[in-house]
């Protein structure tokens, strides 16, 4: 029989899945820490909270996973309590329940207080702004909104996270602040979706305003925008854009697909020809900007004639930047009604083909950048190498500049200027400027 450790308690936070659960994790620990809790994230601990994420097959797998590894560690004494919070648990919390009994708690969500009360902790409304960061020390998230009002009948996004809520300017500017305080350089503002900040609260679209605050933040150098949908872009916000060097010329906006027939059944509100022109708009107000998209392909009825379209598209865009997923059935969603009729390794073969036309469109844009100078901030030294980004990159997901660590010292979570010597699909080599 097992008996229960006399330590004290050490509180071990285990993210998984996107930059928002990241943010959610480091608002759980700055409360948990403002309650003079032991917490760490990612390392040993007796008590584990889980945040699980829900979004497609692959990422429920990895969550539940997570769960049953972490239950055979309980089981085996290492590890006292498990709570498991975050979008699986808001989306699938009565099968988990039935499914993974031993779990001491499961939270959704949106239950904060009720997480902290089992945990011990109190939830303390006037910390806004108060997290610990989980981020390399140079950037950080900051959530302007959250939950999606949009109807697209593949994702069940709503289903976890609710209505679209912005959170208001000064509270934002706030945490800005603080985040600087701590050394702070580059904020990537996160939402389901920026494009409708504000309309809540302010019946517009604000995004333009907040990045006017957040821009007179000291301290703050780089400022990125991710995960913007396509109709109803506030166009402002290019004007700002273009104006203040703070804020980067980069935008990451998820497209999905182009054939007009798949586009409809994916209820984006959009077509090919308005969308194109929308790209077309964005070039035009910003020359040198950086665009991020993410596709998904072998969507129910997606036809070889559509993936030709979508192939064709992606050629002619030459995107900088650009994702590709295999569509995932997801139950309570529109278009889980729709047969899941591409098959798996079509799916695939599809992902792959766009992946390879993306990677020789970054390999030809990467070539055109030798011999020229960029801003970099270093986030880290691995092996031989300083590795940074350009503003044009965002970290974890884009392109990378190596810069040999036996020639020159750099400290992380600094910029410094350098000039490209050469370049691969999705890296560039480079040496310091002196």
């Known amino acids: 029989m097992r008996t229960k450790s006399l330590k004290k308690n050490k509180i071990n936070v285990v993210t998984l899945g996107c930059s928002k659960n990241v943010y959610d994790s480091e608002v759980l620990m700055g409360q948990l820490k403002a309650s003079g809790k032991d917490v760490v994230h990612e390392e040993e601990g007796n008590i584990v909270v889980i945040n699980t994420c829900g979004f497609i097959n692959n990422a429920k797998e990895e969550s539940i996973n997570t769960i049953l590894e972490y239950m055979q560690k309980k089981e085996e004494g290492d590890v006292d309590k498990v709570f498991v919070t975050g979008c699986l648990s808001e989306r699938y919390k009565p099968d988990l329940e039935k499914e993974i009994p031993d779990v001491d708690q499961y939270f959704g969500t949106t239950e904060l207080p009720g997480l902290l009360k089992a945990l011990g902790a109190d939830y303390r409304h006037e910390l806004i702004g108060e997290r610990l960061t989980t981020t390399p020390k140079n950037y950080a998230y900051l959530k302007i909104a959250e939950g999606c009002d949009r109807p697209c009948s593949f994702c069940a996004i709503p289903l976890m996270r609710g209505k679209h809520k912005s959170t208001p300017i000064e509270e934002l500017v706030v945490e800005a602040e ?254 310091v400027v002196n």
């Not at 604000?206 to 933040?217: F, G, T, Y």
């Not at 999905?256 to 194109?276: C, F, N, V, Y």
């Not at 660590?405 to 750099?410: D, K, N, R």
């Open 178 to 431: 603080k985040l600087a305080a701590k050394g702070v350089k580059e904020l990537i503002l996160i939402a389901q979706d920026l494009t409708y900040y504000g309309l809540d609260l302010y019946k517009k679209r604000n995004l333009a305003e907040l990045l006017e605050a957040l821009v007179k933040v000291e301290g703050i150098e780089w400022i990125r925008l991710h995960y913007a949908f396509p109709t109803g872009f506030p166009m402002d916000v290019l004007e700002v854009m273009n104006r203040e060097p703070k804020i980067c010329n980069y935008l990451d906006i998820p497209l999905q697909h182009i054939s007009d027939a798949i586009l409809k059944s994916m209820r984006r509100g959009t077509t090919k020809e308005k969308t194109t022109k929308l790209l077309q708009e964005f070039r035009g107000a910003v020359p040198n900007m950086t665009i991020r998209t993410t596709l998904i392909v072998g969507y129910p009825g997606e036809t070889e004639e559509d993936f030709q379209i979508l192939k064709e598209w992606v050629k002619d865009m030459r995107f900088e930047r650009l994702g590709c997923f295999t569509y995932s059935h997801e139950e309570n969603t529109h278009a889980y009604t729709l047969e899941d009729d591409v098959p798996e390794e079509v799916k695939q073969a599809r992902a792959n083909e766009i992946m390879d036309i993306q990677s020789q469109i970054s390999w030809e844009l990467n070539q055109e950048k030798i011999g020229q100078e960029f801003k970099v901030v270093i986030d880290r030294k691995e092996g031989n190498y300083f590795v940074g980004r350009t503003e044009f990159d965002s970290p974890d997901v884009d392109n990378e500049v190596l810069i040999d660590a036996s020639i020159t010292y750099l400290k992380t979570g600094e910029f410094t200027t350098v000039k490209v010597t050469d370049a691969a699909d999705f890296d560039l080599y480079a040496q």
